[in-house]
């Protein structure tokens, strides 16, 4: 184990694991009680329902300081987080080597990056050479000679059916860089295409009270498959956070600022694609909804943690606080019949009409 001994890091005893029913609980030494553990589709790993989604930490969503971007974490690990997931992309390699520097303390945490958005989005450049170059600069950042998964990021649609794209996954995998791959998509169809193939371990997909269509037949063939369900942007982007209204103003070097129409990556990307207005109406919908006690985040990662197939759901986090608070979505009961059949009609009414068929 490496020797940092700064104020960061603390050292916990290993997690004991129990079965309860049905599912599986991890002990969390540090939070005291029991995190509930999914198994990760065809990587074999069991992993914490709630995970950690890192792009936060590293461009794209305003200013966080290394020390806030290290705390945030640790609080993350400390609330029973045990899946962290980056890309090589985030910062230049920045969020990369944050999470590198946890696991120097923190072994035995599984660890997703993705790879693929360093050179023009063009077919021609997903090769075995290019996989290589990228991959040996992500295992630099994380310091790891094999990386847990590895995902191809948001590609053009058209690599999804390329066979010579999975053969070059194949070899990593041989190699020994990485212990599995999958796959981070757009869309539905592209997500059903991926899952065909035998070595694709996950699919990593947008899932949240505005983005419904997974349920219809993505996460039903994942779970037939055996295909982990990876659910990203849970939160919109922080619209169902319920913390912005009209008046809120996001900091110039944040999507939610220069890409609220796509103007620099895909729309879907930002608020999930939803106009900021009627997402806004939206969550004034949903908030009675909300169970006594529970944040309206919590209650959105909780419907995606109810959603039958979710392995993992991977809310950002900018400071500790939120990473606690996102961690401890997982602790509460699952929502009932009622309140999911809320949630749909507000999607049915405010959302389905301008968002269902686009992804």
Known sequence: MAGNSGSHFRLHAPPFTY?????TYQISPAKGCLVEQRVLGRTGRSVGVVGLGAWQLGADWGEVSEDDALATLVAAVDSGVTFIDTADVYGNGRSERLVGALLKERPGLMVATKMGRRAPLDPAYYTLDNFRAWNDDSRANLGVETIDLVQLHTPPSAVFAM???????????????IAAYGVSVETC??????????????IQIILN?????????????????GVGIIARVPLASGLLSGRYDENTVFADNDHRTYNRRGEVFSIGETFSGVDYEVGLEAVRRLRPLVPEGMTMAQFALRWVIDQPGVSVVIPGARNPEQARANAAAADFPPLTAETLDGVREVYDELIRPRIHHQW
Not at 196 to 201: D, H, L, N, Y
Not at 209 to 225: H, I, N, Q, S
């Open 209 to 225: 009270a505005f983005r419904l269509k997974p349920l219809e037949r993505v996460l039903p063939a994942a779970r037939e498959a």
């Open 19 to 23: 079965a309860v029913g049905v599912r």
């Open 163 to 177: 066979d010579s794209v999975y053969d070059a996954l194949d070899t990593m995998v041989e190699e020994g860089r």
């Open 189 to 202: 169809e592209e997500a059903l295409t991926a899952m065909k193939r035998p070595g694709v371990a996950s």
